[in-house]
């Protein structure tokens, strides 16, 4: 059952790669969207739940532990593939996008989306934080990113898949 999980993983990692490289070379400014920022992370859901179901159709018994490595597995695999790649997308492939990820940050702070929020004195203070940030991820901001990802929202959607897909014991 591992390997379906794995495949799932890799099939999952390397379609957000793909994508998301095709949609560099149309128009990088796309990848810089709100939606986009969310991609990913659909797209490994969807491989987890894949992944757990069919673990579910191979067996009569999936204990909650089986169904909770079975979905979190591909979310592991898929997320270090997604993050590998977006740091080298960022640093390397298109180096632009970091200072178009810092023109749409500074876009939402003049369209005064948090007047409400901060007072004058904050939101200048947070828009010169934002101009001195380079928006280059480091590998150690990879790093932190890739395993803040594996509790929100990997591990938390892997309970939740697990208990929906565990069988229940009779006894």
Do not use: C, H
């Not at 490289?21 to 810089?32: P, S």
């Not at 934080?129 to 990997?154: A, C, D, H, K, R």
């Amino acid at each position: 059952m591992d390997n379906k999980a794995i495949n799932f993983g890799l099939i999952a990692g390397g379609s957000v790669v793909i994508i998301m490289f095709v949609l560099d070379l149309i128009n990088n400014r796309m990848l810089i969207s709100t939606g986009m920022s969310y991609f990913p992370t659909l797209v490994l859901i969807i491989a987890m739940f894949l992944s757990v179901r069919e673990a579910k159709k191979s067996t009569d018994y999936l204990p909650f532990s089986e169904a909770f490595k079975q979905s979190f597995l591909p979310f592991i695999i898929g997320n270090a593939i997604y993050m590998i790649f977006n740091y080298l997308l960022y640093n390397f492939i298109d180096p632009e996008l970091a200072d178009l990820a810092k023109e749409k940050a500074l876009e939402i702070f003049d369209s005064g989306v948090f007047n409400n929020f901060v007072d004058e004195e904050q939101r200048e203070l947070m828009i010169e934080s934002i101009q001195e940030n380079s928006f280059q991820s480091t590998l150690g901001q990879t790093f932190l990113g890739y395993l803040f990802s594996l509790v929100i929202p990997g591990a938390i959607v892997s309970l939740v898949l697990a208990a929906i897909y565990r069988t229940r014991s009779t006894q």
